[in-house]
């Protein structure tokens, strides 16, 4: 018998009744449901709706099943739906009438759009924690190469000599954004929805702030209409974890191009890397090609919400059952990815030689050869032609800039003295960008600084 069944005169038919459960993916929420449950029923005493001794015995029991569920006593049927009627079934049966007490003034539709909020929010936590490590696995790793140099790339050309630790820098600066943009996601999502009934609210006594202040929310939503229609946090949640995975697939295609034969500016530790079953010389970066890979979920995840309301009228309507499987998915695929990056860059060798050699190559001095010139009184645009014609030359005999004789040097410009050897020298080009943001030491160290400060006091 359906917990709705008075006004129907036939059972539903059981490939309709299949369909419609979503007891399969919302059963992960029901701890939520019964701490939502037990908020609900502690006020609905405290009101006076129902008697303070079947409020009791509403929260012992609640607890009772909570503790079954945990200890894998409990059974949820495809029968009673979803996680809400699952629970409410298990309390009728344990309790009888005080049981069917229970859902008074309230409606699944407001207590699935409660359930999932505090969903998501216990998970922001454990994601932000994960996103804590790598943050913290980064600034490590960034403090010990302040002084590797490697060649910053534009269009995957050679372009300007940085270091490994403002490289690294500039993915904690990503992941850090990630993070404050959960803190605010959080403050958003905030908002205790109980109360607003199925959608117009209710005629009952209730006291909302109470039910908020026992399950921590920070405050109450003020329309029903939206309390149980809206899941723009579900939407704003998937599209956080999307960018999460935009900036642990890019990382994660720099780490494969760096760990190849040609680039071999890291070797991924043999525990973090898999061979293959025919060729015996090789072995792969899977983790970070599934990382890569696993992106395409997650923002296919944010499609399907995005694709799900966007045409739903208000307020609640069935197609909302639909959100928790691709946030589901998405979450879990984020937590599984962030650990096992953050595993896999802090096994990972880092060969300094080769990214220092790296840099020499491809004249990534020439902005520098070019700054000299500026330096020395030329414009900017004289100085950008006549660097262009020194490589063009170089590239001729086969040289590097640092390798011209100072004749050559003084047959493209006779401004040029000495001084040009140490002027593009590679660690003069990087010492000297001390501008806040640069890559040279001082002003890794400072943001660095910075960063650390802001680490400790999350
Ligand atoms: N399982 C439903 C969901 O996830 C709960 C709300 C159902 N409400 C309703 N009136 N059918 O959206």
């Not at 609900?40 to 015995?57: F, N, P, Q, R, Y």
């Not at 790339?153 to 372009?159: F, G, N, P």
């Amino acid at each position: 018998m359906k917990l709705w069944g008075g006004r129907f005169s036939k059972n539903t038919d059981s490939e309709v009744n299949d369909f419609n459960s979503s007891i399969r993916f919302d059963g992960r929420m029901y701890a939520q449901d019964i701490r939502g449950s037990i908020a609900h029923a502690k006020m609905l005493g405290k009101c006076g709706v129902i008697s303070e001794s079947d409020s009791a015995t509403l929260v012992k029991t609640l607890g009772e099943v909570l503790e079954d569920i945990e200890n894998g006593k409990v059974e949820f049927s495809a029968d009673a739906e979803d996680i809400h009627m699952n629970v409410e079934t298990l309390l009728i049966q344990r309790i009888g009438d005080i049981g069917k007490r229970l859902h008074t003034g309230r409606s699944r539709n407001d207590q699935v759009a409660l359930d999932i909020k505090m969903y998501l929010m216990d998970e922001e936590k454990e994601l932000s924690l994960l996103l804590k490590s790598l943050l913290e696995c980064l600034i490590s790793m960034a403090e010990e190469h302040t002084q590797t140099i490697m060649p910053g790339y534009t269009h995957l050309q050679k372009a300007q000599p940085i270091t490994l630790s403002h490289h690294l820098m500039a993915y904690f600066e990503m992941f850090k954004r990630d993070c404050t943009r959960l803190a605010d996601w959080r403050e958003r999502t905030n908002v205790m929805p109980l109360g607003s009934g199925a959608l117009a609210g209710t005629t009952y006594p209730f006291d909302r702030q109470y039910v908020a202040d026992q399950l921590g929310f920070a405050s109450i939503t003020l329309n029903s209409l939206d309390g149980v229609s809206d899941r723009d946090y579900v939407i704003e949640l998937s599209g956080i974890l999307s960018i999460i995975m935009v900036h642990l697939s890019r990382f994660s295609e720099e780490l494969i191009l760096w760990n190849t034969n040609e680039f071999s500016f890291v070797e991924m530790d043999d525990a973090c890397s898999t061979g293959s079953s025919i060729m015996p010389q090789k072995k792969n970066p899977d983790v970070a090609e599934l990382i890569r890979g696993k992106s395409g979920r997650v923002f296919g995840d944010l499609m399907s919400i995005l694709t799900t309301m966007k045409g739903l009228p208000l307020a609640y309507n069935k197609d909302m059952q639909e959100d928790k499987e691709c946030i589901f998915d998405a979450i879990d695929t984020v937590k599984l990815c962030l650990p096992v990056f953050t595993k896999m860059i802090r096994t990972m060798k880092i060969n300094k030689e080769n990214m220092e050699q790296g840099a020499k190559g491809g004249f990534t001095n020439a902005t520098d050869a070019a700054d000299y010139l500026v330096k020395k009184g030329m414009p900017f645009r004289q100085a950008h032609e006549v660097v262009g014609k020194m490589v063009a030359y170089a590239l001729n005999v086969g040289k590097s800039l640092d390798e011209f004789t100072m004749e050559e040097f003084k047959q493209c410009s006779d401004i040029i003295e000495d001084d040009i050897y140490h002027a593009i020298d590679l660690h003069t080009c990087v010492s000297d960008r001390k501008i806040i943001g640069g890559p040279a030491r001082e002003a890794v160290e400072y943001a660095i600084g910075i960063n650390k400060k802001w680490l400790s006091e999350q």
